[in-house]
């Protein structure tokens, strides 16, 4: 039972870790120190929320409906294209991000920071190809007694992750103290965030 955990805890951890638009929302969070907690815990539920629906069979659901895949693409689109204009527009401006909030940026609501999170989790197509269909297509073929096992490993990762992302960034602390190092960030972020579009409009 322990083999079949850590398979889901590693599979997971492989997935997540890559460079997304999630991980770099919550490392942004992360760095600004807005709704960090909340942040993790949205996007670490709705990766667990997938991944159940992953283990239990989902994701052949989703394969087999192409009309699905192409709204879920044309809609993470979108969402990503809107927010990488926005951190495009942060790293033109002259008066970037400060950590301590003193570059008078309006923050982020409660009920903002929990839609950005949810979207970033559940608007993003990658999100469903990792958690649905790769994790889940490896925990679907376990028994069905090892079925709750290997999701519990596959969550356990992804709480891990965006726990250790989250709280982490604190540290870079001294290097983002320098407006220029957030004009950086936000570029490479808007980059990022256009070309997962733009992938996702082509194929």
């Known amino acids: 039972m322990t083999s079949v955990f850590l398979s889901g805890f590693g599979i997971s951890a492989g997935l997540i870790m890559a460079i997304g638009a999630q991980n770099a929302h919550v490392l942004r969070q992360g760095l600004r120190r807005e709704h960090v907690g909340m942040t993790i815990l949205v996007c670490a539920a709705c990766d667990a929320l997938l991944i159940l629906l992953g283990v239990v069979g989902l994701g052949k659901v989703f394969t087999a409906n192409p009309d699905w895949m192409t709204i879920a693409r044309l809609g993470g689109a979108a969402f990503l294209g809107w927010y990488g204009l ?3 527009l942060s790293a033109l401006k002259g008066s970037s991000m400060q950590v301590d909030g003193s570059d008078g940026q309006r923050k982020l609501t409660r009920t903002q920071a929990l839609l950005a999170a949810a979207g970033f989790s ?9 958690t649905v269909v790769l994790i889940g297509s490896v925990g679907s073929q376990q028994a069905d007694a090892l079925r709750p096992i290997f999701a519990a490993g596959a969550v356990t ?4 992750w965006f726990g250790m992302l989250g709280y982490g960034a604190r ?3 001294p290097v983002f103290s320098r407006p220029m190092a957030w004009r950086v960030l936000d570029a490479l972020v808007a980059a990022m965030l256009w070309s997962i579009a733009l992938m996702l409009v082509l194929h």
């Not at 559940?122 to 990792?130: E, F, I, K, Q, T």
């Open 157 to 160: 990762a992804s709480f891990v």
């Open 171 to 173: 540290m870079l602390t």
């Open 86 to 88: 926005r951190a495009l």
């Open 122 to 130: 559940l608007l993003n197509p990658h999100a469903y190809l990792d």
